[in-house]
């Protein structure tokens, strides 16, 4: 029987427990033959953790834990031990004066007693800077050192300006120490969400690598299709008795739900681990990853900037500011890649630019679903609810029920100043559709315009076309006018296509009409 590590991202106890392990090794002997500096940006709960302490015991040279991985057979001859000095950022809070302080004051009393004298000097980086140099003089070994999270403690506090300066002026200072003890260092690794230059701590450390967003390392966090088949079939076999299908439909569901985050240009599919191995141990298909954490910060984003409620779907940025690490700034796009919101969808050799999208349906959902609580108001139940019965209506080709129940939910919004804007009025449509899924395809280019929704039924294809003060007379006409049918008659096996115009009333605020031809 198959242990799986469900909540565990400590390598030695996985291995020592005889859980599964996804092998990245190879990756880590790459690293380690080829540079000494190195930073990964990667989204929460996306392996960095795991990665950071497989790299602890490869360095401490716990060899036996690496028994019948890659690097046991691209390294066999005797492993050199190192020191290690690891620091997990995640281990505490940085929301008050004091806490940054007192977490490094605590891992570095740890490192002292490990290889020096506790030290009563207050500056974190003159400790750092001794236990570096003792570690060095006392083994005889140069010194790895491998931060995990190493932005938390600024974007924490990103809304206190005082204290993220003050935490900023700290880590540039600390950080500042490895390029000092450069002759005392065997390797650096250090991993966060944000990247190095939008962070601003790293002036002091300006010879790191940056590989988040290199090919050769696309894989290095996640699980991609091919560790999936290779790990988890038996896995993805008890999911699919577990919930009364097939293996195939098993994975095809895992795919749509958990697949599809690109970290590179080459465009490597890549699942959310964290999802996968919470699916296969319960048996069960859930938003696992989206219900670990909320995106707060950038939901207070859309608040304070007046965004309303925008669909990210199909931004498209340049190569320079994707590679900025922009996860505290203006632009919105950019934070919701670095944090797993977004990726990318494809890249323009000849423009340079990156096209950006949302990755899966657990991701899609969930920031939509976050979007219409809290930007809109909407109550958390009702949309559940809502959802479900709107893919029942899609999954029976009932375009009417569909249409009714959207009306009756739209009743009983509470409305926000601006309701009787058409603008509010796409915005609040696209979000519905976004959250329905799979099946829903918004504002649909054409050689002649764009469709404002598409619905794929088993049965049917329906092109929605919404009028604000007008009628759904007009609205189906446009349907007619730019020929929005010609592509799915021209398909190889094309579905019978139904087209609906509807037209929302500003005096009602809803839908007051619909023509179904």
Known sequence: MIKYPVGQSSFREIRKGGFLYVDKTMYIHELASTGKYFFLSRPRRFGKSMLISTMDSYFRGERELFDGLAIDRLEPGEWTRHPVLRLDFMRGGYRAAGELQGVLSDVLSE???????????????????NVIREAYRRTGRQVVILIDEYDKPIIDVADNKELEAEHRRILHDFYGVMKASEDCLKFVFLTGVGKLGQINVFSGLNNLTDISLDPRYSAICGITTGELHGNFQEGIEDLGRGMGMSADEALAKLKKRYDGYHFSKDMVDIYNPFSVVKAIY???????????????????????????????????????????????????????????????????????????????????????????????????????NFVYTLHDFIDDDDID??????QSFLAGIPYMSDTNKESQWQKDILIIARLVGMNVDVERRTSHG??????????????????????????????????????????????????????????????????IA
């Open 111 to 129: 490192w002292e007693e490990q290889y020096g004298e506790l030290s009563s000097d207050e500056a974190p980086a003159r400790r750092f800077t």
């Open 282 to 384: 319960s048996r069960d298909i859930r938003d696992f990853w989206f219900q670990s954490g909320t995106p707060t910060r950038l939901i207070n984003q859309f608040l304070q900037n007046d965004w309303g409620t925008p669909d990210l779907e199909g931004t498209v940025v340049s190569s320079s500011d994707l590679d900025s690490g922009d996860v505290l700034g203006s632009n919105l796009a950019l934070a919701c890649y670095y944090t797993g919101y977004l990726t990318i969808k494809g890249y323009n050799q000849r423009r340079e630019t990156y096209v950006l999208g949302y990755p899966n349906i657990e991701v899609r959902k969930g920031f939509f679903k976050n979007l219409m609580e809290t930007v809109r108001g909407w109550d958390s139940n009702r949309v559940n």
């Open 401 to 406: 029920g569909f249409l009714h129940e959207l």
């Open 450 to 515: 764009r469709m404002d929704m598409v619905l794929d039924g088993p049965k049917a294809i329906y092109i929605l076309e919404f009028k604000y003060d007008s009628t759904p007379e007009k609205a189906l006409a446009q349907i007619d006018e730019k020929d929005y049918a010609l592509p799915f008659e021209n398909t190889v096996n094309p579905k019978p296509v139904v087209k609906v115009g509807v037209n929302i009333s500003p005096e009602t605020r809803n839908i007051d009409g619909w023509l």
